[in-house]
């Protein structure tokens, strides 16, 4: 095949890679480490697949992972007991 003929390679990356350890996922893509790697390699039926469950993965991060800032973040005080 002509690599002018080829698609383009869809990538979900915002280029904020950092993989939270508790989820296994990418903060800024959602992505795992193995999907990132296998990326270019899947068919674009699978880079589909995956990039259709990012948001659902997306929400339960920042969720987990809501900032907390200032001397309650680093007391660990819980946003309820403000």
């Known amino acids: 095949m002509n690599a ?3 698609p383009p390679i869809e990538t979900p990356c915002v280029k904020l890679c950092v993989v939270d350890p ?3 996922f ?3 893509c959602g992505r795992t480490r193995g ?12 880079r ?3 990039v259709a469950g990012l948001p659902e993965r997306l929400a339960a991060v920042t969720q987990r992972k809501r900032r ?3 001397r309650r973040g680093r007391l660990g005080v ?5």
């Open 26 to 28: 990418c903060i800024g």
């Open 78 to 82: 819980p946003e309820e007991a403000v």
């Open 48 to 50: 589909h697949l995956i």
């Open 4 to 6: 002018m003929s080829d």
């Open 68 to 70: 907390r800032g200032g």
């Open 22 to 24: 508790e989820t296994g």
């Open 35 to 46: 999907e990132i790697g296998l990326w270019l390699s899947l068919s674009p039926a699978d």
